[in-house]
C-alpha cells in the first residue's frame, strides 16, 4: 500500500463515518420504528382472523415479498412523480423501507403471535379481560421476546439494505464512497472500507442484540 493511498483511507474513512452516522443510523432507525407499527398491525388483523382485513394483510405480504427492494424504490421514486405524486429522497426511502421491512416483521410476529398457548387467551379472558386488553398484556408481550431474536436479524440487514437508497440520491454512506471513488480511481480500497464500516456497524448491533436476548432470558427466568 502507497502512502498516498493510506493518506486517502484515513481521510476518506471520516468523510464516510460521518454520514453513517448521520444518515445511514437514523435512517434505519426511523424505517424499522415505522416497519414495526405497520408489522404488528398486520400481524394482529392475521391473527384475529378477520375475514376482508386478513385477505388484505396477506395480499400486502404477497406483493412487498414478492418485489425487489430496489425496484419498490425506484417505483416510489422515479415512478410516482409521473402520476403526480413527487416524494423528496429521504421520504421515500423512509416510506419504501419501512413497508418493505414491514411485510418481513408481519410475518416473524405472526409465527410468535400463533407460538403463545392458547390457554393464554383463555386465562385473560376468564378473568374478566377484553380480547384486546389480553393481547395488549398477556399475548402480545410474550409474542414479542419470541419475535425479538429474528426483528433484531431484520434491523441489521436493514442498516446494509439502506445502502440501496444511494439509487435514489440519499447522500448515506455508500454515494459518498461512490463520489470518493469517482475521483481518486480506487474502488477496490475504497470499497472494501466502507464494507467494513457496514461490518463495524453491524458487530455492534450484534453486541447489542446478545445483550438484549440475555436480558429476555432473564426476565422470563425470573417469571416475568
Not at 151 to 156: E, F, K, T
Not at 183 to 210: D, M, R
Request: hydrophobic letters at 55%; charged letters at 10%.
Amino acid at each position: 500500500m502507497t502512502e498516498g493511498l493510506w493518506s486517502l483511507l484515513v481521510d476518506s474513512f471520516w468523510q464516510i463515518l460521518l454520514p453513517g452516522l448521520t444518515m445511514t443510523l437514523p435512517l434505519t432507525a426511523v424505517s424499522f420504528t415505522f416497519a414495526l407499527i405497520i408489522a404488528i398491525a398486520v400481524a394482529l388483523v392475521q391473527f384475529a382472523r378477520l375475514p376482508v382485513l386478513r385477505h388484505l394483510a396477506r395480499f400486502y405480504i404477497w406483493v412487498i415479498r414478492g418485489t425487489p427492494l430496489l425496484v419498490q424504490l425506484f417505483v416510489v421514486f422515479y415512478g410516482l412523480p409521473h402520476v403526480g405524486v413527487l416524494i423528496d429522497a429521504v421520504p421515500a426511502a423512509i416510506l419504501v423501507f419501512s413497508i418493505n421491512e414491514g411485510a418481513y416483521c408481519a410475518e416473524t410476529i405472526r409465527a410468535a403471535l400463533e407460538s403463545v398457548p392458547p390457554g393464554q387467551m383463555e386465562a385473560g379472558q376468564c378473568v374478566g379481560m377484553s380480547y384486546l386488553q389480553v393481547i395488549r398484556r398477556i399475548v402480545l408481550p410474550q409474542a414479542m421476546r419470541t419475535a425479538f431474536p429474528t426483528l433484531a436479524n431484520s434491523l441489521i440487514a436493514m442498516v446494509k439494505d439502506t445502502s440501496l437508497a444511494a439509487n435514489i440520491t440519499v447522500t448515506e454512506m455508500f454515494m459518498v464512497t461512490q463520489r470518493i471513488v469517482a475521483w481518486s480511481y480506487e474502488p477496490l480500497a475504497l470499497y472494501i472500507e466502507v464494507g467494513l464500516i457496514y461490518l463495524l456497524f453491524c458487530t455492534v448491533l450484534t453486541k447489542v442484540q446478545h445483550f438484549g436476548e440475555k436480558k429476555l432470558q432473564t426476565y422470563g427466568y425470573q417469571g416475568g
